[in-house]
């Protein structure tokens, strides 16, 4: 098993299937995994087999080397496309995430004002105010939901502690398209031998209404790329996430697919 631990808080830039050249912004520490999920398909690996030690970036430190970083690629000519909270681990787990957001759009504004501000949240925390209005303000508020079938969620998403998942939903629709929802399909099987197949119209159907009620912006929907934890899962095929983005425009909303 090979999973990806991020350096923090900044790593890459990097190419993104999705969103072009990405720089990373890591709130995580750079030593293990802080996260409200602990997903089955994390390239990160598990949360218990990756407890960090280090403390969390504080946001004074988060903002200096976020500065340093883009007064390189400004020296060198190297223009990021988007600056992206992603990492190791639920980036709004961070206690000072709205400030590091404020700080993260003030410099992005100085060094590269075309660049997007993008943030990969699992949701869980959208419930919080500071952290629903922060998202606000960012390019890309880019949500996950990868069902809303919650045996589902509880057996592949496993989140760590509670998840209210009506209350999210209605978060989620309270954006007024102000976010992107991101969708992970995959087939195979759980370590116990227990599909994980959400490509069915048993979780697309319920799944494709709820989205619908939310109105995004945008709907990105991808498979598995890197290795997992665990060794059963399999990628969704690109004839199957074009059913799944074919039946989203059919809706009338923008979809996209990664493969």
């Known amino acids: ?30 030593d293990g995994k802080v996260c409200t999920f602990d997903c089955l398909y994390c390239e990160c690996g598990f949360n ?13 430190e988060v903002a200096a080397a976020l500065e ?11 223009a990021p496309d988007v600056l992206t909270f992603a990492g190791n681990g639920e980036p709004t787990a961070h206690p000072d995430f709205a400030g590091v ?3 993260t759009l003030s410099l992005r504004d100085r060094y590269f004002p075309q660049a ?14 500071e952290v629903f209005e922060a998202l606000k303000r960012v390019d890309n508020n880019i949500v996950k939901l990868d069902t809303v079938d919650m045996d589902y969620i509880t057996r592949v998403d496993r989140p760590v502690g509670r998840y209210d998942l009506p209350t999210l939903l209605e978060c989620m629709r309270a954006f007024e398209g102000q976010c992107v929802i991101q969708t992970m ?24 209404d709820a989205v619908v009620r939310i ?6 929907i991808y498979t598995i790329d890197r290795e997992t934890p665990i060794h059963g899962l399999l990628k969704a095929t690109p004839e199957e996430l074009d059913r799944i983005v074919a039946q989203l425009q059919a809706r009338g909303l923008k979809a996209s697919a990664s493969y």
Do not use: C
């Open 1 to 30: 098993m090979s999973t990806v631990i991020y350096p923090s808080p900044i790593f890459g830039p990097v190419k993104s299937r999705r969103l072009g050249v990405s720089l990373g912004i890591n709130l995580l520490p750079s």
């Open 48 to 60: 218990a087999e990756h407890r960090p030690k280090q403390k969390l970036p504080t946001r004074g």
């Open 68 to 78: 340093q970083k883009l007064q390189q690629m400004e020296a060198e000519g190297m």
């Open 101 to 103: 957001i404020d700080d």
């Open 116 to 129: 997007k501000v993008s943030v990969l949240t699992n949701g869980t925390r959208i419930d919080r105010p």
């Open 185 to 208: 399909f995959m087939k195979g099987v759980d370590a116990e031998g227990v599909s994980v197949d959400n490509t069915t119209p048993e979780y697309v159907l319920p799944w494709l």
């Open 215 to 220: 109105a995004p912006r945008e709907v990105m």
